[in-house]
């Protein structure tokens, strides 16, 4: 957008990437929801990378999936989560969506409900369980018992231009 606007590019290796742009608000979600323990799927419902990279480090990832990307989280996470304005304003422009299991969940973003349920394990969740250690997603199969899941979507090629 700015090369049409005639801005010079002098570095284009100098940028931020953010996971996590709604769509279609166009805000940031919190990558609280997902420090926390929510969890990322992809268009299909599937886990796709370890959370645990970052924002930043994250980007690479939704960018390779080229399809739209949901974080998923529970009533806990949103209520830490509702302290941050930001994110209450998503919530508010109807960016964030509720629902009383995963299956359920999943129809409202036509996603395949049994990938929700089974919150498809990464490389590093299996070897986190193997030591015993928690990692991202441990909070939602833990608190089964809060039944409201919650989901944000955004869209990828989402990034914040940087000076160099």
Known sequence: MGE???AA???IGAY?????VSDPHGGLLS????EKGGIIVNGAGRRFGDESAGYSGYTPNVMREGGPCFAIFDQRIFDVTAAEEEFVELANYGGVKQADTPAALAA???????AVARRSMTTTERRAARRRMPSAGATLRSRRSRALFISAAWCPGCSIPRAA
């Open 16 to 20: 931020q990437g953010y996971a996590a």
């Open 9 to 11: 590019l002098g570095n």
């Open 4 to 6: 049409q606007l005639g």
């Open 31 to 34: 990558w609280t929801t997902i």
């Open 108 to 114: 409202l973003h036509r996603l395949d409900a049994a």
